[in-house]
């Protein structure tokens, strides 16, 4: 609970998406109290959270970027087909 409360299910969901072999980009960002965290306009009261976000932002750009991109295809073919967990046993 609280305000790391949902830092634990961001890392469960973390988890689900490494099983399904799903890009799970390093940052994340919780926003406690989200129904006070922005003000009337919708824009955000905490500018360090505000950065956080475009942060995070910018990985899933890059990340999918990485999807679309015709030089970077070799690399995620074999980061796809990566025996799992390689000495992991």
């Known amino acids: 609970g609280g305000s790391t409360g949902a830092i634990n299910s961001l890392n469960s969901l973390r988890t689900v998406g490494r099983s399904l072999r799903a890009w799970v980009i390093p940052e994340q960002v919780s926003i406690p109290r989200a129904w ?3 003000d009337a ?3 955000l ?3 360090n ?3 956080r976000l475009l ?3 910018q990985q899933v750009t890059r990340f999918a970027y990485l ?3 015709d030089h970077a295809a070799e690399f995620l073919n074999k980061w796809e087909e ?3 967990n390689p000495g992991g046993e």
């Open 41 to 43: 306009s919708g824009q």
């Open 55 to 57: 942060e995070v932002g």
């Open 49 to 51: 959270l505000e950065e």
């Open 45 to 47: 009261n905490d500018a």
């Open 67 to 69: 999807h679309t991109s």
């Open 82 to 84: 990566a025996q799992k």
């Open 36 to 38: 006070q965290a922005f």
